[in-house]
T-cell receptor, first 117, second 112 residues
Framework: EAGVVQSPRYKIIEKKQPVAFWCNPI?????LYWYLQNLGQGPELLIR????????DSQLPKDRFSAERLKGVDSTLKIQPAELGDSAVYLC???????????????FGEGSRLTVL | KNQVEQSPQSLIILEGKNCTLQ??????????LRWYKQDTGRGPVSLTI?????NTKSNGRYTATLDADTKQSSLHITASQLSDSASYIC???????????FGTGTRLTIIP
């Protein structure tokens, strides 16, 4: 079975340009996360979806970032316009939420590395 | 504020040697603690998941321990191999809202 698939793997753009990242989670996983990871740091949550509902987007910079998860499967993360400080790796992760325990294993994609010039 | 602190930040050891990575957390209420391995340029991969009642769990040469009273965990790597070179990230999951709090990771380098 395929894991979490992200594209593109690498993207180089000039500042003020828009960019979009796509994530296809593992089949049947109802919880989907977008994380931002800077070099040498742990991932930081941008947004979490339960099915198609964004249940935690408190850390998403809504002036320039947007995300959607139509039909509760694939998701896209968009930045418009991009700034120099947005250069980072954008990780998508998914898991099958189990009732109560929260112990469902979390699977990450390979990430999309963004460079803003 | 929920926090996860890892030490050391980086570690270099000779191939074949053992090492131990540390994770201290202040996350409450606690649900479970996870260790991930992240190779350079790749996404994190799960090594272990430990709940409140588990104080040790092994995955091949990796052994994680958990002391829920002192809120500490360790990851012990036995007979290190060159392929163990990676960042190791400790993640603590909150009970209820299932929020994940990530540590900044320990960068491990194995040299021949």
């Amino acid at each position: 079975e395929a894991g979490v698939v992200q594209s593109p793997r690498y993207k180089i753009i000039e500042k003020k340009q828009p960019v979009a990242f796509w994530c296809n989670p593992i089949s049947g996983h109802n919880t989907l996360y977008w994380y931002l990871q800077n070099l040498g740091q742990g991932p930081e949550l941008l947004i979490r979806y339960e099915n198609e509902e964004a249940v935690d987007d408190s850390q998403l910079p809504k002036d320039r970032f947007s995300a959607e998860r139509l039909k509760g499967v694939d998701s896209t993360l968009k930045i418009q316009p991009a700034e120099l400080g947005d250069s980072a790796v954008y990780l998508c992760a998914s898991r099958q939420r189990t009732s109560g325990s929260g112990s469902g294993e979390l699977f990450f994609g390979e990430g999309s590395r963004l460079t803003v010039l | 504020k929920n926090q996860v602190e890892q030490s050391p930040q980086s570690l270099i050891i000779l191939e074949g040697k053992n090492c131990t990575l540390q994770c201290n957390y202040t996350v409450s209420p606690f649900s479970n603690l996870r260790w991930y391995k992240q190779d350079t340029g790749r996404g994190p991969v799960s090594l272990t998941i430990m709940t409140f009642s588990e104080n040790t769990k092994s995955n091949g040469r990796y052994t994680a321990t958990l002391d829920a009273d002192t809120k500490q965990s360790s990851l012990h790597i036995t007979a290190s191999q060159l392929s163990d070179s990676a960042s190791y990230i400790c993640v603590v999951v909150s009970f209820g809202n299932e929020k994940l709090t990530f540590g900044t990771g320990t960068r491990l380098t194995i040299i021949p």
